[in-house]
Every structure is written in structure tokens, then in C-alpha cells.
T-cell receptor, first 113, second 112 residues
């Protein structure tokens, strides 16, 4: 089955810095990826997604990069703010018929003023 | 906005008790999911349902069962709670064919 790994459990940055959170997946046939943000005391919330036919997708202050060759994706947050402090999960669709997801273990982003 | 609600934010139960965790979504979603979240392990899928009265096992179904009698409601049942089921339980829902899942706030269950 699919496994989703994470490179760094905690990332500490200064306000205004750019943040990069990484994720690796195992199944080269995976074709849909999602980043979620989970703030303290809340459920995960969708941030951005990307399909395997794309290398890059941009949202508001966030960019997701997908490297299918090495099975790696990253989430970049520009001009990180204290409100960005949260746990970030990457997720890979593992059953497109039922839309089930396999989640990585999460990276806690800590933003200091 | 999609709203997924869970019946309790915090729950304390004793070993051997039968526990019901309820989840309700208000957006007519076909798919509903139950996860548990543990430190260092991320979210792991317990069970999911793609239609009323339908259920499928996820990655860690042992010790759990589910019920979906109505489209908007998905229940997770611990037949005989054990201490290793102490965890955060998250419910999610999605439209059929849509990969984006919407999550509830979670229920932190402690089994003593």
C-alpha cells in the first residue's frame, strides 16, 4: 500500500520568512495530492491540492511543488505569519474510487514574531 | 460552508465500556470517514462509508465498528473500549468523486 513519509516533524521560522514543508510518497502511480493545515483544537482544513499532471500549483501565499521522479512534494508558504502556526499534513489519494486518503505524519510549523 | 459536527469534544470512558462516537454532516455528502490521530503517527483511517448502510474497512479497523443508517450521520462504535483506544478521533465527509475531505473538530477519547 501507499506510505507517506515526512522529513521533519517540527519547523521553526521567524515571521516574514518563507517556509518549506516536505513530504515523500511511495507509490509512483499516485496521481492526486492534498495539503491540510490543522490548528490547535481543530480538525484538518484543506489548503491546496495538485494532480500528477502538474509540477506546480499556486494559491494565496502557498505553492505546492510536485517532483514525480523522486516522489516528493513540498508546500511553500511565503511571508510566514504567526497565524500560519499549525501542523501541516500531506495526503495522497490511495483509492480514487472511494476517495480515500493516506496521510503523512505531519510537520508542526512554529512561527515566532 | 460545509459543517461536520461531532457529538463530543472530550469523552472519558472506562475499560470494557461500549462507546459511541457520532458524526453529522450537513452538506449531503455521500462519503464519510473515521480516523484516529495519535502523536507521531498522523491520521489513520479506521472505516469509511460511501453510501447509507455501506461500510468499508480502512487501515486499522480492529476493535471498531461503524453504522450509517442515514446519509448525514456516521457512527463509530467501540464495542469494548480498551486503553490503547485512547486517542483523538476525527470524522470527515466528501462528495462522491471529490477527493477533498471536510473534517469535524475531533473527539478526544480517554479510556481509563
Amino acid at each position: 500500500g501507499e506510505s507517506v513519509g515526512l522529513h521533519l516533524p517540527t519547523l521553526s521560522v521567524q515571521e516574514g520568512d518563507n517556509s518549506i514543508i516536505n513530504c515523500a510518497y511511495s507509490n509512483s502511480a499516485s496521481d492526486y495530492f492534498i495539503w491540510y493545515k490543522q490548528e490547535s483544537g481543530k480538525g484538518p482544513q484543506f489548503i491546496i491540492d495538485i494532480r500528477s499532471n502538474m509540477d506546480k500549483r499556486q494559491g494565496q501565499r502557498v505553492t505546492v511543488l510536485l517532483n514525480k521522479t523522486v516522489k516528493h512534494l513540498s508546500l511553500q508558504i511565503a511571508a510566514t505569519q504567526p497565524g500560519d502556526s499549525a501542523v501541516y499534513f500531506c495526503a495522497v489519494v490511495t483509492n480514487s474510487g472511494y476517495s480515500t486518503l493516506t496521510f503523512g505524519k505531519g510537520t508542526m510549523l512554529l512561527v515566532s514574531p | 460552508d460545509v459543517k461536520v459536527t461531532q457529538s463530543s469534544r472530550y469523552l472519558v470512558k472506562r475499560t470494557g465500556e461500549k462507546v459511541f462516537l457520532e458524526c453529522v454532516q450537513d452538506m449531503d455528502h455521500e462519503n464519510m470517514f473515521w480516523y484516529r490521530q495519535d502523536p507521531g503517527l498522523g491520521l489513520r483511517l479506521i472505516y469509511f462509508s460511501y453510501d447509507v448502510k455501506m461500510k468499508e474497512k480502512g487501515d486499522i479497523p480492529e476493535g471498531y465498528s461503524v453504522s450509517r443508517e442515514k446519509k448525514e450521520r456516521f457512527s463509530l462504535i467501540l464495542e469494548s473500549a480498551s486503553t490503547n483506544q485512547t486517542s483523538m478521533y476525527l470524522c470527515a465527509s466528501s462528495l462522491a468523486g471529490d477527493n477533498e475531505q471536510y473534517f469535524g473538530p475531533g473527539t478526544r477519547l480517554t479510556v481509563t
